[in-house]
């Protein structure tokens, strides 16, 4: 078993719980996950329920810093379960684009420079997502203490949610209050950041699958006169990363777009937080949420479309006038392939690159 296959096997069990997670599978998978997302998902609702209350008894009275807050959350929260409510019918394109990517892993290829190719590529990306994940639950955890801190021993910001049916001016009551709080914002923050996760495992792969067809076609003039099927092994895997890409870019077509309207939303209020109270650090922190809900697939986009455009310049610098007639006519179509405009679509419209992050921003 390969280095990059030992890796993935590791990591299986995580992505499988993400994608659970992503699209509310509860009747499928082991008991564990099922468990835990059956637990996330009750909790979550009550927690829904709570700030809908508050902010329904909020409704007629002044609006200040408190109910702008709650209003924020309401709509944070609504935004991702719209986003999880699609990702379930997106369940079959989660799964297979999974498959897809377990095969890559799995392959084995007898050309020990193709292998090193594979090898250096497919680590690489581990090592990125390992990276990221560890310091995504960082920042995470930094904006909940933070933001859960403050909440607390500030009273203009103060409770967020009201729990029904209870009605008590006990003051243990009402520190169990905060904590409670703390806790489904908690909770909250672990959903997002999950689904996150998620997307960021598919498109890290898909950005390896694209470098390491970029790397075997920078080494076509070697491999041709030594493999006359080396062209065969480049439109498969060609086929392949138009096939994940394409998997990739209906998966999140409509959730990017919810995404990028809930950081837009967060900036909107974070900035005009700032402008009112420019020492505030917890403001601040809203702004470092705001790069956490779209920055990741923005990132993910701008790399796909920088490496499909270097698909077709790579071709070009390939001696393919010396090749023979046959093999021309193969890299004429490798070409064709390769000019086609490949890319991440936000409600299949809009371009999800660095960009429109700026843009939103």
Not at 152 to 162: A, E, K, S, V
Not at 167 to 176: A, F, G, I, M, Y
Request: charged residues 20%; contains cysteine; glycine residues 4%.
């Amino acid at each position: 078993m390969t280095s990059y296959l030992e890796e993935f096997v590791k990591v299986k069990p995580l992505m499988d719980y993400l994608i659970a997670l992503s699209t509310l599978e509860v009747i499928s998978g082991s008991t564990k996950n099922r468990l835990k997302i059956l637990f996330l998902t009750i909790s979550l609702v009550f927690y829904w329920y709570s700030i809908c209350i508050h902010v329904k008894n909020s409704i007629g009275l002044q609006i200040n810093i408190n109910f702008m807050w709650t209003f924020l959350l309401w709509i944070m929260f609504n935004d991702y379960v719209v986003i999880m409510i699609l990702n379930v019918f997106k369940k079959n394109k989660f799964h297979q684009l999974m498959q897809n990517i377990q095969k890559m892993f799995e392959e084995e290829e007898e050309d020990e420079e193709l292998a090193d190719i594979s090898k250096n590529n497919l680590n690489f990306s581990m090592k990125v997502f390992f990276f990221v994940n560890r310091w995504e639950k960082r920042l995470a955890c930094s904006v909940v203490i933070i933001g859960s801190t403050y909440f607390r021993f500030n009273q203009d910001y103060g409770l967020i949610m009201d729990f029904p049916y209870i009605h008590s001016n006990n003051v243990l009551w009402r520190e169990s209050q905060y904590i409670l709080q703390s806790i489904y914002f908690g909770l909250m923050t672990y959903t997002i950041l999950t689904v996150n996760m998620g997307i960021i495992f598919l498109g890290l792969q898909v950005i390896a699958q694209l470098n390491i067809l970029n790397d075997y076609i920078k080494v076509t003039n070697e491999k041709i006169k030594t493999d006359p099927n080396f062209f065969r092994k480049i439109i498969i895997r060609h086929c392949s990363v138009i096939e994940n890409v394409n998997l990739l870019s209906e998966i999140i077509s409509k959730t990017s777009f919810l995404q990028l309207f809930a950081s837009c939303v967060v900036f909107l209020f974070g900035f005009s937080f700032i402008m009112k109270s420019f020492s505030t650090f917890v403001n601040y922190s809203m702004l470092l949420a705001g790069v956490m809900l779209s920055l990741h697939i923005c990132i993910i986009g701008e790399f796909i479309r920088y490496k499909t455009d270097e698909l077709s310049e790579t071709l070009y610098l390939t001696n393919w006038h010396e090749l023979t007639l046959k093999d021309k006519k193969t890299f004429l179509i490798i070409l064709g392939m390769a000019q086609r405009e490949y890319g991440l679509k936000a409600a299949g419209m809009y371009d999800v690159n660095l960009y429109t992050f700026v843009q939103v921003r």
